[in-house]
């Protein structure tokens, strides 16, 4: 059986045991499927083709005896010609005097090293006397810890394989690996380990990759499709007549992709399922009112809500706005970390006796002794700054509670369905009518008094301007430095009727609240401030949006950035002040001058920078794959998803004994509460 621990294979002891352990191998399961993270190939090429300073093959005869030369007492160098296509090749080798007694005139040698194509010479790593064997033409890299080499692990995983490569199930069924044409599962994990030559290897990672792939849709779909279970509960019966009337009383018409999601996540309210539902629309695409428009339908159904943000400045905007919208017929509180004492007392009080409808807040809302009367519907918005137990932690408040996430970050597609295939999407693809593009420049450094001086023609002409400095974690120090250096530079530098205000996340709450209402009453013209202000403030008076060592920045955060401002009818900018030092970095600020769509934006990112850094850090939710990479193998996960979706919806999976393997995989998990047959 592959669940035996390593130890029952012969040769690994305690202590080979321990190394496994600090690698999370336990099992012989494991073991196997240990991966190497890279392959080198040792292929020989045409002198020609060489490129000057890869790794690389040559193979050749050795032209006279080695020459030997000492520098001090432990440095040397070995030299000697290697013939090569008739041509002289030189070869050095540099602290191995050693292998002078190996390497004789006359020898055939395979070299692998550094090729410098100017001095037709090979600084050697890795010599062999005579040709390479076919099998060695593709050495696995594992990454191994502690005292384990590369060495030692291939024999351990030869070992396992002559013990128990009996023992390899097959997960697919039969007609899937005929269909596409892939190896069985013994087969790809033996190519894997010991790769015969390329095209073995790309078949083997094919196999691999869809089976993750597959299991993983199946996973996240049958997880969507068992949450499902209807509980008549749920079903929260608005008041049809008093939405539409509050949607009449709207300073605008909603756009027909707002209302489109609208509908449904408003159908979804009315459903007897708890709603799970991803709400996606670019910066300043108007999510919040369509948030508001259904906590208030979840008011008229008698039921609380609660809208969950990740800044005390978005909480207190949005709670502003609600009111605004709401009027007094809706009670609606604000809870955040400052809130505190008698008056966070006597909020929860009214919060627990049903006196309050809808509550607004940060992480304070999730607090333990927040108790909801009968909470209908949670919010969470930007939910990827959420940890995933942030996010349980809201919904849980509920039992019955439909649940909405909102996100301003275009998440390209290929992310959408791997990090949220278990929940519905609605998108709003369209901006408000009479919206402009934000016009982007990129400008060098010594622009910037010609910058400053352009916000200042704006000022004059009514207009406001944020400036956003260098930051890339809100707790350091010294990047707010930075702020309150250039918040000072910048009121010496204006004229006194042209008022500068600063923001960053470590100023008091209380002096938060008075500069973001200052700048939201045109009383401070000019913000420098920290990203703390780059997700949902709506400023639309502001135009202009100059952002520091724009090239720090990853492009969804920039494109946040810049959603500040094209938030009305004004013609706004944006000026990215940079100077990166690479081309990927260069690249990046010509994107952003070239397009506004946050989806292409996101997309470019996520080539650029890999997924794991598009969420940010761990909190993304995003499934570790051993084989399969998302953004490549992305083609093999569209056919996953659908085969797992007809898999599921024709009953398949339950029906046909050939992918009984499959199903006990699933539920080795331990994710199914119940079996899945
Ligand atoms: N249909 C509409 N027509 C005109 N203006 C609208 C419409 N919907 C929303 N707005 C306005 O557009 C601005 C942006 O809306 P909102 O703040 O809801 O966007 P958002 O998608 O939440 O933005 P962000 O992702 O940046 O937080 C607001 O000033 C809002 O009043």
Redesign the pocket.
Known sequence: MLSEPITNLKGVGKKVQEELEMMHIHTIEDLLTYFPYRYDVFEIKPLSELIHEDKVTIMGRVAHEPSLTYFGKKKSRLFFNVMVEHVAVKAVMFNRAFAKKHINQGDLVTLIGKWDAHRLQITVDQYKIGPIKPADKIKPVYSVKGKMTNYKLRKIIKQAFIDYGDHIKEHLPKHILVDYKLPNRTEALKVMHFPPNRVALKHARRRLTYEEFLLFQLKIQLLRHLNRDAQEGRAQHYDVQKVQQFIQTLP????NA?QKSLNQILSDLKAPFRMNRLLQ?D???????VAAIALYASVTASRQGALMVPTEILAEQHYQSLKSLFGDHVKIALLTGTVKGKKRATILSNVENNEVDIVIGTHALIQDDVIFHNLGLAIIDEQHRFGVEQRRLLKEKGELADVLFMT?TPIPRTLAITAFGDMDVSIINEM??GRKEVETYWVKENMLEYTLDFIQRKVKQGEQAYLICPLIEESDKLDIQNAVDLYHQLQTYYPSEIKVGLMHGRLPSDEKDDVMKAFIQNKIHVLVSTTVIE??V?V?NATVMVIYDAERFGLAQLHQLR?RVG??RLKSYCILIAEPKGEIGKERMRIMTETTDGFLLAEEDLKLRGPGDFFGKKQSGLPEFKVADMVHDYRALETARQDASHLIEQKIIFKNPEYKTLLHELEKEGIFSKPLD
């Open positions: 605008f018409q909603l756009t707002q629309g910066v300043g695409s108007g999510k919040t009112v301003a408000p009518a997700v949902g709506n639309p959603g938030r009305g």
